[in-house]
């Protein structure tokens, strides 16, 4: 029987702007959101995997928008698709304006995971079981960014 995982690796973390984290334009710097991201990928992974995981890379990272100080920043991400032992992750970032109640996307990131053992050698990893039709689109569209992935990599 195939290890498969249901995506209850799913990970929601909730921060709010504060001036330390802003530039002089009273806005998120992209470093901490980076940080964020960073942080919620290796969590979730971790969930999904059961064990100690390390960054293979940050695929990608697309800031739409901006927060600004006193905006809640939601971060939410699961993983998407895996390997024998890697993780692609999605995280998205949404800003809420506490006052006015408005919604904005502001990142979006695709990360690649990888689960390892005590050792720090690579170890296999569940496969994902997508359920909502969000998690279904990206797990059919992940073969594509994992094959793009694998080009760039042979570049070096």
Do not use: C, W
């Not at 710097?29 to 940080?35: E, I, P, Q, S």
């Not at 800031?63 to 920043?73: Q, R």
């Not at 079981?129 to 990599?153: G, H």
């Amino acid at each position: 029987m195939e290890n498969l995982a249901l995506p209850t690796s799913k990970t929601i973390q909730t921060r709010l702007v504060l001036p330390p984290d802003t530039n002089h334009l009273n806005t998120i710097f992209g470093g901490k959101v980076l940080a964020y991201i960073d942080e919620v990928a290796a969590l979730t992974a971790m969930k999904h995997s059961n064990s100690a995981v390390v960054t293979a890379s940050i695929d990608s990272v697309d800031f739409l928008s901006s927060a600004k100080v006193g905006d809640s920043l939601t971060i939410e991400a699961y993983v998407t698709y895996t390997g024998i032992s890697s993780m692609e992750v999605y995280v998205k970032v949404i800003a809420r304006d506490l006052i006015n109640n408005n919604e904005t996307l502001t990142t979006e990131s695709f990360l690649t995971m990888v689960a390892v053992n005590q050792a720090g050698k690579p170890i296999p990893v569940p496969r994902v079981l997508p359920q909502t039709d969000e998690e279904k689109q990206l797990y059919d569209t992940a073969p594509a960014r994992r094959e793009y992935r694998k080009n760039r990599s042979s570049l070096r």
